[in-house]
């Protein structure tokens, strides 16, 4: 039982290069989140998935898209990465009874 | 709009109690939670409280809410070294909305 895996650990990109982040968890979740983390900010939303075959915008979505490939996989897409997207990225899924949220290790990313 | 709101840091002596405090402004929420981050991992839950409880204790940890106030606090007695770490406060506005805090950085000094 891993819990939520995210992949890559680390990533360095170029700006203007695109990239993919995955996120799968075996806890039998319905929903799923991509937040991102940022100093003295918080976590802050980017899209969610309350269950299979539907995403939302969260707080911050613009220069991101998401694909929920089953009820497993939650991927998080930057087509065009800017510096500004330079941050350390949490894929979570939750518990539909009390909305705790199980999250992963985490990417970080830099955008040069 | 929604908001949480906590301190930066907090220091401690081990063994001293810690008390971690948040405030938010959404009355609507329903659960209420403390997570914990260690360095370079994902945040983990550390306890909830339902919004209609005012009390919740589990061990070293004790929740304490104030509806009235919308103030949601946590102590950990008999604070250890292990429990050096980044506290996040979040409530649970209409079930898949999550407000998180920045966060509150505790130093346990041996």
């Known amino acids: 039982n891993a819990g939520v895996t995210q992949t890559p650990k680390f990533q360095v990109l170029k700006t203007g290069q695109s990239m993919t982040l995955q996120c799968a968890q075996d806890?039998?979740?319905?929903?799923m989140y991509w937040y991102r983390q940022d100093p003295g900010m918080g976590l802050r939303l980017i899209y969610y998935?309350?269950?299979?075959?539907?995403?939302d915008k969260g707080e911050v979505p613009n220069g991101y898209n998401v694909s929920r490939l089953n009820k497993r996989e939650f991927s998080l897409r930057l087509e065009s990465a800017a510096p500004s997207q330079t941050s350390v990225y949490f894929c979570?899924?939750?518990?539909?009874?009390?909305?705790?949220?199980?999250f992963g290790p985490g990417t970080r990313l830099t955008v040069t | 709009g929604e908001d949480v709101e906590q301190s930066l840091f907090l220091s401690v002596r081990e063994g001293d109690s810690s008390v971690i405090n948040c405030t938010y402004t959404?009355?609507?929420?329903?659960?209420l939670y403390w997570y914990k981050q260690e360095p370079g991992a994902g945040l983990q839950l550390l306890t909830y409280?339902?919004?209609?409880?005012d009390m919740k204790q589990d061990q070293r940890l004790t929740v304490l809410l104030n509806k009235k106030d919308k103030h949601l606090s946590l102590r950990i007695a008999d604070t250890q070294t292990g429990d050096s770490a980044i506290y996040f406060c979040?409530?649970?506005?209409?079930?898949?909305?999550?407000?998180f805090g920045a966060g509150t950085r505790l130093f346990v000094k041996a």
């Open positions: 979570a899924s939750s518990d539909s009874a009390t909305y705790e949220q199980y």
């Open positions: 806890m039998n979740h319905n929903s």
């Open positions: 998935s309350a269950s299979e075959g539907t995403t």
């Open positions: 959404d009355s609507s929420s329903t659960y």
């Open positions: 409280i339902f919004s209609n409880m």
């Open positions: 979040a409530e649970s506005i209409g079930g898949f909305k999550t407000i």
